[in-house]
């Protein structure tokens, strides 16, 4: 039957042979147990972007293009204008934004980075 002798991984040489749950080297002698090959890995093929869920203020997970309600009024920075709470925003998109700033979204006073701890889901 087809079986694959690992290399000895002392001397290199491939006269190994199992023997019980280890394989033995009979050039140097050297012994180490079989471990169960691991053909299947447990990476899932993602795009390696590993990133905690953004949640809202209730603790939901946020997305892309999610809508969202503001849960307090927040002052825009630089201007006199104030983001009244209850405003709807459409159309969200996660960023990784400075100071947790981590949801982009246009308003009606212009895009802005905000916190998804403001937001809720619609
Ligand atoms: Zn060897």
């Given at each position: 039957m087809?079986?694959?002798?690992?290399?000895c991984p002392q001397c290199g040489l491939e006269n190994t042979y199992p023997d019980g749950?280890?394989?033995?080297?009979?050039?140097?002698a050297f012994e180490w147990p079989q471990v169960a090959e691991t053909a299947d890995t447990d990476?899932?093929?993602?795009?390696?972007?590993v990133r905690d869920a953004v949640r809202d203020a209730n603790g939901n997970p946020l997305?892309?293009?999610?809508?969202?309600?503001?849960?307090?009024?927040?002052?825009?920075?630089?201007?006199?204008?104030?983001?009244k709470k209850g405003t709807k925003i459409k159309s969200?998109?996660?960023?990784?934004?400075?100071?947790?700033?981590?949801?982009?979204?246009?308003t009606d006073l212009g895009s802005m980075l905000l916190k998804s701890d403001f937001l809720k889901k619609a």
């Open positions: 087809p079986h694959t002798v690992p290399a749950s280890n394989y033995v080297c009979p050039d140097c990476a899932d093929a993602g795009d390696g972007i997305a892309d293009g999610d809508a969202v309600i503001l849960v307090k009024d927040l002052k825009v920075k630089g201007s006199s204008s104030t983001l969200i998109r996660l960023v990784d934004g400075a100071d947790g700033h981590n949801v982009d979204c246009k």
